[in-house]
């Protein structure tokens, strides 16, 4: 099964952040996970004030081992934040 998420999340600014993740070639020997945060912000004319991003790619083993740890401390956060406020 591939895996291809967008997450998207803008505030009222008119600022639009796009987090898209996608793994490519996994039923073969070589697969690769493209990794892509992007910037949009717009105007109150409607005029694209800024329109970037950036790609890393990595390989499964990689990205569990970059990403997992980041997950596992945001997950504590959550699970702590959400006691507190109960």
Avoid: C, W
């Avoid at 993740?21 to 949009?40: D, L, P, W």
């Avoid at 499964?60 to 934040?81: C, Q, W």
């Amino acid at each position: 099964m591939s895996f291809n998420k967008v997450y998207e999340f803008g505030r009222s600014d008119g600022l639009l952040k796009t987090v898209i993740i996608k793994e490519h070639n996994i039923n073969t020997s070589y697969a690769t996970i493209e990794f892509t945060i992007k910037n949009k912000l717009t105007g109150d004319d409607g005029k694209v004030i800024i329109d970037s991003g950036h790609t890393s790619f990595f390989e499964p083993r990689e990205f569990s081992e970059f990403f997992g740890p980041i997950i596992n401390d945001l997950k504590v956060r959550f699970d702590n934040a959400d006691s507190v406020q109960q």
